[in-house]
């Protein structure tokens, strides 16, 4: 049995500009005394939604054009229709800056337009990391102010809060909590630290050692058991008896931190933490440095009997030292830090200790 279906038009706007009373063909001599082009509406999403805004009528509906050609056949969805009518809709060249069409420049239809539209060069920003409709900016709308931000981050840092307390008090998804604190925790990363340099005045207490530029010591961080053996062995620390990260922090004779390693597993030797950290790069052939027991061998365990000499330098180095651990209280003061570093946070834990580190800096001198 044989059917014969209707003939169905086709739109105009396949063959004619679409926009309200232009009537426009391709070659056509048009406005600017050239030949007309017809130009298809964009797939990009963002660009194409700036172009029906910018070619629409006022109160323009286009659901009831859909609904119109809905009925076309029955073996297309009014939806696959609507989406046609959009495919063969087409605006000419006229209808952009003298006349020369879509270009990388002018990407959006601005003249002889349906209505009135001003300004479109101030409200509209077309590239491939700004969002449309909002100059200099990038990414979704902030839902906090960028002090907000800032004080969501310390009081995570300080205080240690989890995500859901934050989530209550800021009013905001955890979600959202969690990527701004790792966007900012970075930036934040950026800071420079005090030169490692020698100082003209020189603390009582490092009376005997002038030449001495850097006081270093590691230290040690909970981190949450990792399932794989393999990384358990690696941050697993016998001194602790917990699985750790390891860090380097040096500090200047005033107690600036003026150096902080990266963090290594707690299996990892203090040793061969210095080894690798790049501090011997920064170090010159003259420089004296002060170093914990770790690093150092001291008399007494290459021999039962202090000399009195050696009693002496001992504990002036002592008296010295100490300052090393009193930064490293500081640094642990802040809470993310005094529990067991989630494994969420490992990826960001090198800036996590660094910016804690940092932060200390803004205390008053440690030693005077």
């Not at 539209?117 to 100059?135: A, F, H, M, R, Y």
């Not at 002090?147 to 209550?168: A, N």
Request: proline residues 4%.
């Amino acid at each position: 049995m044989h059917f014969r279906f209707p003939m169905t038009r086709r739109p105009h706007g396949e063959n004619y500009c679409s926009i309200k009373d232009c009537h426009n063909v391709p070659g056509k001599i048009g406005r600017f005394g050239k030949a007309v082009k017809l130009h298809e509406i964009p797939k990009k999403k963002a660009l194409r939604a700036v172009w029906l805004r910018a070619i629409s009528r006022k109160n323009f509906n286009p659901k009831r054009t859909q609904v119109q050609y809905s009925s076309i056949t029955s073996q297309r969805s009014a939806l696959a229709v609507y989406r046609s009518l959009l495919s063969r809709t087409k605006v000419c060249s006229d209808h952009f800056p003298d006349g020369n069409g879509r270009t990388w420049e002018h990407q959006i239809p601005t003249i002889f337009l349906p209505q009135k539209i001003q300004n479109w060069g101030d409200k509209l920003v077309l590239d491939n990391e700004s969002s449309i409709g909002t100059p200099n900016k990038k990414g979704a709308k902030r839902k906090l102010r960028l002090q907000d931000e800032f004080l969501l981050v310390m009081m995570r840092l300080r205080f240690g809060l989890l995500l859901k307390d934050l989530e209550y008090k800021f009013k905001v998804s955890a979600g959202r909590i969690s990527r701004t604190f790792t966007v900012l925790i970075r930036h934040m990363c950026r800071c420079f630290l005090p030169k490692l340099e020698d100082m003209n005045a020189t603390p009582k207490c490092f009376e005997n050692f002038k030449d001495t530029i850097i006081i270093f010591d590691c230290t040690e961080i909970f981190v949450q058991t990792p399932s794989f053996f393999h990384t358990q062995s690696q941050t697993y620390s016998h001194y602790k008896g917990h699985n750790t990260f390891k860090a380097l922090v040096g500090i200047d004779k005033v107690g600036a931190v003026v150096f902080v390693s990266r963090l290594w597993g707690g299996s990892v030797s203090d040793t061969q933490i210095t080894r690798k950290s790049g501090l011997y790069d920064l170090l010159e052939e003259s420089d004296a440095v002060m170093v914990d027991k770790g690093l150092y061998c001291p008399p007494f365990l290459t021999k039962s009997q202090f000399s009195k000499k050696e009693v002496v330098i001992t504990r002036r180095i002592t008296s010295a030292r100490i300052h090393v651990e009193r930064k490293m209280e500081q640094i642990k003061n802040f809470r993310i830090l005094q529990g067991v570093l989630p494994l969420s946070l490992c990826d960001i834990s090198d800036e996590i200790f660094f910016v804690c580190a940092a932060l200390t800096n803004l205390l008053p001198a440690l030693v005077k």
